[in-house]
Each structure stands twice: as C-alpha cells, then as structure tokens.
C-alpha cells in the first residue's frame, strides 16, 4: 500500500504562481512514476503532469506545458508541481498519483491499471 499527502493550492488571482507537494509512504521501495491530475467541476479527471523514478524524463499535459514545472525528491519520496502563469481555467481539484513502473524512465500513468491516489487539494484561479 502506498499513501500519498498533498500540500499547497488555494485560492489565487490570474497570473500568479502556487506549488504543490505531494509525499508517498509505505511501500516506495521499487520503482514508479508520479504525477499530477486535475478535476474541474462537471469535467472527467485530467492528466497534468508526471515525472519518472529516476526524474530524468517529465511529461506535461498540452494546456499546461510552459507553465508548470514537475520535480522531485527520490530521497523524501516526493513530487513539486510548480504553477506559473495561472489562469482561471486551471482552476479544479488536483489530484497527486502514484504508479508503480517497472522501468524506471517511464511518465505514463495508465488509470486502466493500479493507480494509488491523494486526497486531492483545490486550486482556484479568480479573473
């Protein structure tokens, strides 16, 4: 089992910038894949970003390429969502997501497969 805790969001204006961490416990041992989604409300869950377990690849939605930066610490299993530039349809719950990779250079995270979630934590961008 792995648990994951998320920290940061709120509510800011367009343009301004927020950081979201996101720490995975329990069984980390092996390698995985972890990332971010999001969920507005009325809109299915949508992949954001993610970064492999050796963080030398990243992957980024389209819509927020350029703007938001995923890192991460492999020795405090954790994962920065780092958002610039933020405008008002960024606004939605945002999801942390681990998934284990046998590779360890992968970004995908498959949600038809094993996928362990965060509680999610609201970001709202106002005009």
């Known amino acids: 089992q792995v648990r994951l805790v998320e920290s940061g969001g709120g509510l800011v204006q367009a343009g301004d910038s927020l950081s979201l961490s996101c720490t995975a416990s329990g069984r980390t041992v092996t390698m995985y894949v972890m990332g971010w989604f999001r969920q507005a409300p009325g809109k299915e869950r949508e992949f954001v970003a993610a970064i492999s377990w050796n963080r030398a690849s990243t992957d980024y939605a389209d819509s927020v390429r350029g703007r938001f930066t995923i890192s991460g610490d492999n020795a405090k299993n954790t994962v920065y969502l780092q958002m610039n530039s933020l405008i008002p349809e960024d606004t939605a719950n945002y999801f942390c997501?681990?998934?284990?990779?046998?590779?360890?250079?992968?970004?995908?995270?498959?949600?038809?497969?094993?996928?362990?979630w965060g509680q999610g934590t609201q970001v709202t961008v106002s005009s």
């Open positions: 997501a681990f998934q284990y990779d046998t590779t360890g250079w992968g970004t995908r995270i498959s949600t038809s497969e094993d996928v362990y």
